[in-house]
């Protein structure tokens, strides 16, 4: 079966590999669609940042080089010994995340603290193949009336969804969301459908912007734009009850932080080293700083409203590619093309239809 597998920066191979098999606990799931991420795209640009080197993941076992793709979904094709979630021929979406399931955090069923955490496609074998090895645990049965490419966006979308249960947002409150990828988007599709809206968003791109707009912004700013803060003030009337940084960078940190009402939020959803804040300006008015990480309980609620019509997740979807076809029509392009979404990569084009 063919795989992209990933040696180093800008170093994706395509190559044949023996089909792998599901020990227990395990299903192989030929994939329908898998969507490219802003990670897989750090991890060609300019990686190794997650990908194991030399020591593998503890639960996956894998090390580089590895198959990258975290959102997939296709049809099981093989389970494993002691597999009851799923059938042989169940459509399944795939919640990347690994767990250990013994872990402070497991037990508390936060398991996206796992000590171990890791993302298949990242830390272990991925989507970007025709066929993968998967622990059960990740899988969630779609119902016929949910599409492959549907279920292509849940994951960045649980990505925002998880933001947003983070954060105190409220329908009626207002929020501003920085940075437009699709993170970003995501966050405004979901927000609108928790009734938020007031919803403003910010980026460099005027691409980007015009797509907020689409997603249902009420207002888009220039990043760049000055006296930004006070302009949110102006707009919110008062300051803005919750900030989405998904942008990661100190820059947008500040400008959250400075576009808050009293007793505001900023919610870190971006990856960002070491930045500074001002610590007086927090403290004084009682602002809120917490970060988000990956997702935990979201898929089901997510799948229900897709299966209920109530969201479009296909609105994300720019483009759909071949295998062959991901490096310089996926990669390439989401890397110098900002009107470019969410680009998938269909390896079975049978599935495609599904
Ligand atoms: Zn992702
Ligand atoms: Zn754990």
């Not at 767990?99 to 497991?106: A, E, M, S």
């Not at 993302?119 to 949910?146: C, K, N, T, W």
Request: aromatic share 6%.
């Amino acid at each position: 079966m063919k795989a992209l597998r990933w040696h180093a920066a800008r170093d994706l191979r395509l190559s044949d590999l023996p089909a792998p098999q599901p020990g227990p606990g395990e299903v192989l799931v030929q994939v329908a669609y898998c969507g490219i991420c802003g990670s897989d795209l750090h991890e060609y640009a300019d990686g190794p940042h997650s990908i194991p080197q030399q020591e593998p993941h503890p639960l996956s076992g894998c090390r580089a080089p590895l198959t990258l793709g975290h959102e997939f979904c296709g049809l099981v094709l093989a389970v494993g010994a002691g597999v009851e979630r799923v059938q042989v021929g169940s459509r399944v979406a795939v919640e990347p995340e690994y767990r250990c399931g013994d872990c402070q955090y497991c037990r508390a069923g936060q398991y996206n603290l796992c000590q171990s955490m890791g993302f298949i496609g990242l830390m272990g074998d991925g989507g970007f193949a025709e066929q993968v090895r998967v622990p059960a645990y990740m899988l969630h049965p779609l119902p016929d009336s949910v599409s492959f490419k549907q279920a292509a966006v849940l994951e960045p979308a649980a990505v925002a969804f998880h933001a947003l249960n983070q954060s105190r947002l409220l329908a009626g409150d207002s929020c501003v969301v920085f940075g437009l990828g699709p993170i970003g988007l995501l966050l405004i599709l979901l927000a609108r459908l928790r009734g938020v809206e007031r919803i403003f968003a910010v980026d460099i791109s005027p691409e980007r912007r015009q797509l907020a707009r689409d997603f249902g912004a009420l207002e888009v700013l220039d990043g760049h734009a000055a006296n930004l803060p006070q302009r949110l003030h102006e707009l919110s009337g008062g300051g803005i009850d919750t900030a989405f940084e998904a942008a990661g960078s100190q820059q947008t940190l500040s400008l959250a932080l400075h576009s808050l009402r009293k007793g505001g939020e900023v919610v870190l959803v971006g990856l960002m080293g070491e930045v500074s804040v001002d610590a007086f300006q927090l403290v004084n008015h009682e602002l809120r700083l917490l970060g988000s990480v990956g997702y935990r309980n979201a898929y089901p609620p997510l799948i229900e409203l897709l299966a209920s019509g109530r969201l479009d997740l296909t609105r994300a979807v720019t483009r759909c590619v071949t295998l062959e076809q991901a490096v310089e029509h996926g990669f390439e392009t989401l890397l110098r093309d900002k009107s470019q979404i969410k680009v998938l990569v269909n390896p079975n084009p049978s599935l495609a239809k599904a």
